[in-house]
């Protein structure tokens, strides 16, 4: 009797747990997952006509108009005088000096390699909290950092799409670099303005200061390919407007270390896209490079921070990190 209450118990447990999900913040996580993964092999279709500094400027172009619908709809405010001049700062880092490294780098970088080195990027933001916030990491944090560096090195000596010896692929790792002190120095902004509301700005600023590559946008688009055209307007829409409205939605619902852990399936997705959309295969050195990125990311993440951390350190971690693809 014991035994056929336990078996009725256990499916209603399930059904328990199934039904305290929140399929919302699911659903908001899958979208951006995805959309963020579809970024990569997006702009190496529109580089195909697009110069890569064009790629950007239309890319935010779209992006904030279409964020400017979605301030006027939740009725946001915008910020007091006295942030826009860190805002303008974090918006030159991770909106121009990200995107403009990073379509470079595309040039000659499979988009889902591209993917993986970006994917380095919170290794980088430990390392800047190190050095600029006086945290400490643990033995295992330092050695995932080891792992994460090795696994892009392998990345580069692989041969095929890695970096190779062509030097434009370096502006995936300069992105990469920017993205994490990107990461490290928008902190304390998100949690003054939230999520959203900060990064409708940043990328306003980001997309202000794109506009000094306007001459020759125009014939640029007059000539390109539909195709093209609507891979750049696509990221504006999709990775860009709809991918940070859904994953300030989700950051407003779960804490962010445990949103951010769906971030590595990123890369995996950039690599299917890619050849679905693409038709471009990784090669092995990309497979088993990507990893060890990620091996050494979810290393540092997981057991990084020396067990003396301060508070402070151990809040920031619960701060949403924006991934602008």
Not at 100 to 120: C, R
Request: proline share 5%; hydrophobic share 60%.
């Amino acid at each position: 009797m014991v035994e056929e209450v336990q078996v009725v118990e256990a499916p209603r447990r399930a059904a328990i747990r199934l039904e305290n999900v929140d399929w919302r913040v699911v659903g908001a996580v899958a979208v951006t997952v995805t959309v963020w993964a579809s970024a990569f092999p997006a702009i190496r279709a529109g580089l195909a006509a697009y110069a890569p500094v064009h790629v950007a400027l239309l890319r935010f172009l779209v992006a904030s108009a279409a964020l400017g619908v979605i301030a006027v709809i939740t009725r946001m405010q915008l910020p007091a005088l006295r942030d826009w001049p860190a805002i303008a700062a974090t918006g030159f880092l991770g909106v121009f000096t990200y995107h403009i490294s990073l379509n470079t780098g595309e040039l000659t970088v499979a988009p889902g390699t591209a993917s993986v080195i970006v994917a380095a990027a919170p290794v980088i933001t430990a390392l800047m909290a190190v050095i600029f916030l006086r945290e400490r990491l643990s033995a295992w944090g330092w050695l995932g950092i080891a792992i994460c560096f090795g696994g892009v090195t392998y990345i580069a000596l692989g041969g095929g799409e890695g970096l190779a010896l062509d030097p434009r692929g370096l502006f995936v790792v300069v992105a990469a670099v920017a993205q994490g002190v990107f990461f490290a120095s928008q902190k304390p902004l998100v949690a003054r303005l939230g999520a959203l509301r900060y990064t409708t700005c940043a990328l306003w600023a980001g997309a202000v200061m794109l506009l000094i590559f306007t001459p020759g946008l125009v014939e640029q688009i007059q000539a390109a390919p539909p195709a093209a055209t609507l891979a750049v307007a696509f990221l504006g829409i999709f990775p860009s407007a709809i991918g940070y409205a859904t994953w300030a939605y989700a950051l407003s619902r779960i804490p962010a270390s445990r949103a951010s852990s769906f971030l590595y399936l990123v890369p995996a997705l950039a690599f299917l896209i890619s050849w679905i959309w693409l038709g471009e295969l990784p090669i092995l050195s990309d497979i088993v490079g990507g990893l060890i990125v990620l091996a050494g990311v979810i290393m540092v993440n997981t057991w990084g921070k020396a067990k003396a951390a301060s508070q402070l350190a151990a809040a920031e971690q619960e701060l949403p990190d924006f991934n602008l693809r």
